[in-house]
């Protein structure tokens, strides 16, 4: 009696574990359903020691692998659904080789999905999308920009920032939590002008967007939403401004992005007070991952942008890169070499004769030192540990003539913007067109412009002449 008392009770355990075991596979296959892949993950890896010759297991497995970036090791469980002629399993491949650029590979999956699917409209359309995907994805690899990666680093998500190490003359970056208490895009970041009076952020419920705010004596505010051109569909963020105060780099996922973010450059227009429509970095800058935070230095003249490609989903690699003076692209007809130059297989690979990559990476990591404030005529960063604050502070006789022409170009400047607004003022408030106004203001932006741009370069040109003659 009491064996069969314990054979019974044995018979039930095993029961009410594989009933377990089903309710908890039907929760993980819902939670697939839903896209909630990293809920399902654990759940398919434990199901998987059980069943790992389960074609359809193998075909969650592999795809919930794939959408929480371990793409590597999702390759094995959709190749072995797709053996077992899983239909699902043809596409999912297919794209996961799209994203590793293994382009023909991708396509022999799409063949079999289209054969399987001949009769499914629903499903020919979806492949037309990927496909087009692909097609997309592969001339960007053909176009990809020849760049010198000085380093990478690979950090959790949440420390990103801890690698940019910006001189004190490139403004700076900072969580954007840590500038609006109260902000819940914890994730992004902000930007900080050199003169600590502008800032850049993003700001939003659902569709994120930049704003700027200028400093009005000790607080900010007047804050302005930058245009549609800059604010498309979907998400901005990550803005980074040059020196100038006229280049913005920013990042969205909307402007036709090859996938998540994308990193976008475009310039302020003072003749019509917006942006021009923005251009999209090539690759490597970018790829079918999340690519952000484009920062250049241009007095260390190094530069950094940040992606999440091939990385687990907490990790992100930030890249150190020398910015080319103007687009390079890569000529080669090796697909191989395209292909790992787009990926950046090997930084060693972008390196060139004559450089000393050791030296660049030791500027690069250089950390910026911070200038007590001091009374003065100007403020004026000579490099991270020097800052003038009057005509007498120079050493180059030549360095302080070109940076007194600065000054007076900029009061020019700053009267004909003084001129600029009222005459916008007047002809806003007249209610009817004025021919002659309307030339006037058009001068006055172009003269505005012109001066701005003059009174950059002769600043730029004096602390170069300053550098060159004192600190060397």
């Not at 994120?208 to 004596?217: A, D, H, I, R, Y």
């Not at 402007?255 to 475009?266: A, M, N, Q, R, W």
């Not at 999209?280 to 950094?304: C, R, T």
């Not at 395209?338 to 004769?353: F, P, V």
């Amino acid at each position: 009696m009491k064996l069969k008392y314990i054979f019974f009770v044995i018979l039930l355990g095993v029961f009410q574990q594989q009933l377990l075991l089903a309710q908890t596979l039907d929760d993980a296959k819902a939670w697939y359903l839903e896209g909630r892949y990293a809920e399902a993950l654990p759940i398919f890896k434990a199901e998987y020691q059980v069943s790992p010759k389960d074609a359809a297991l193998n075909q969650w497995l592999g795809v919930s692998l794939y959408k929480t970036g371990l793409l590597t090791e999702a390759e094995q469980y959709l190749k072995f659904a797709s053996e077992r002629k899983i239909p699902e399993a043809y596409i999912s491949l297919g794209e996961l080789y799209v994203k590793l650029y293994r382009f023909e590979e991708a396509e022999k999956e799409f063949d079999k999905y289209q054969r399987a699917n001949r009769r499914n409209s629903e499903a020919l359309e979806r492949l037309d999308l990927v496909r087009e995907y692909s097609t997309k994805i592969q001339r960007a690899v053909n176009r990809a920009e020849d760049i010198q990666i000085i380093d990478s680093l690979v950090l959790p998500k949440k420390d990103f920032l801890n690698a940019y190490n910006l001189s004190v003359t490139s403004g700076s970056v900072i969580p954007i939590n840590e500038f609006f208490k109260d902000q819940h895009l914890n994730d992004k970041t902000l930007f900080i002008n050199e003169r600590k009076d502008k800032i850049y952020y993003s700001s939003g419920e659902g569709d994120v967007n930049l704003f700027t705010m200028e400093k009005l004596l000790d607080t900010f505010g007047n804050e302005k939403q930058l245009p549609a051109s800059i604010n498309d569909s979907g998400n901005q963020a990550y803005p980074f401004v040059l020196s100038d105060g006229l280049t913005i780099y920013f990042s969205s996922t909307g402007h036709e992005s090859f996938g998540g973010y994308d990193i976008f450059v475009t310039r302020y227009n003072l003749s019509n007070d917006s942006y021009l429509t923005p251009n999209q970095l090539n690759m490597p800058f970018n790829s079918p991952f999340n690519d952000y935070l484009m920062a250049v230095d241009e007095e260390k003249g190094i530069g950094w942008f940040t992606s999440d490609r091939y990385q687990p989903a907490d990790s992100v690699c930030v890249y150190t890169f020398i910015p080319n003076e103007r687009i390079s692209l890569l000529e080669s007809d090796n697909e191989n070499y395209m292909t790992s130059r787009a990926k950046i297989n090997s930084i060693a690979d972008t390196w060139k004769e004559g450089i000393n990559y050791n030296d660049l990476r030791v500027i690069a990591r250089e950390k910026p030192v911070e200038q007590e404030a001091t009374s003065g005529d100007f403020v004026f960063v000579i490099n991270d540990n020097t800052t003038y604050y009057s005509l007498a502070d120079f050493k180059s006789s030549n360095a302080r003539s070109i940076f007194s022409q600065a000054m007076g170009i900029e009061k020019q400047y700053e009267d004909a913007v003084k001129e600029l607004n009222e005459k916008r003022e007047q002809y806003a408030s007249a209610g009817i067109s004025n021919n002659n106004l309307r030339a006037s203001i058009l001068e006055l932006e172009r003269v505005s412009e012109t001066l701005y741009l003059e009174t950059e370069r002769l600043k730029i040109q004096a602390r170069n002449d300053e550098i060159r003659n004192n600190f060397n």
